[in-house]
């Protein structure tokens, strides 16, 4: 197992993983084009857990916002700390960028939302989508 910083060559994958998971489905996969990865990784980063040569997650923190882009892990493999070691890594990214208030945003009543909780990340109000946006000290 390791962590490790996505490349060009990984998003692929990644755009996989992003369509696979279960709650927070791209309701249009094209809404998250390669480009947008391709700008993650040149500026703010994109963290990969591999195993055996296999992504298997990823996260990334928006350096320009202060909010936390992407957190997924493909389904098959959820449940084994994957998501609890990446999200430090999209978190260290915006603190390390000058951000004091990380924020990110999940649909209400999911595991995703209690997640976060679980993990500290206190509610400050919904988007415009409805979904829950989150808020915790850098």
């Known amino acids: 197992m390791s962590i490790r910083p996505a490349t ?3 998003i692929p994958r990644l755009m996989e993983i992003r369509e696979a998971v279960r709650e927070n489905r791209l ?3 094209k809404v998250v084009p390669a480009s ?3 700008e993650f990784i040149a500026h703010s980063g994109i963290w990969v857990w591999e195993e055996f040569g296999q992504i298997l997650g990823f996260s990334a923190g928006d350096t320009r ?3 936390v882009w992407a957190l997924f892990v493909d389904p098959p ?3 084994r700390g994957i998501g609890r070691a990446l999200l430090p890594e999209a978190c260290a990214s915006l603190r ?3 951000h004091q208030i ?3 945003s999940t649909a209400p009543g999911t595991r995703a939302e209690r997640f976060y909780l679980a993990d500290g990340w206190r509610p400050a109000g919904r988007s415009a989508r409805g979904e829950v946006i989150f808020e915790k000290a850098g």
């Open 102 to 104: 990380l924020k990110l």
């Open 96 to 98: 390390r960028a000058g």
């Open 36 to 38: 947008d990865y391709c």
């Open 8 to 10: 060009p060559a990984d």
């Open 65 to 67: 916002s202060g909010w």
């Open 27 to 29: 309701s249009d996969p």
């Open 77 to 79: 493999y959820e449940r």
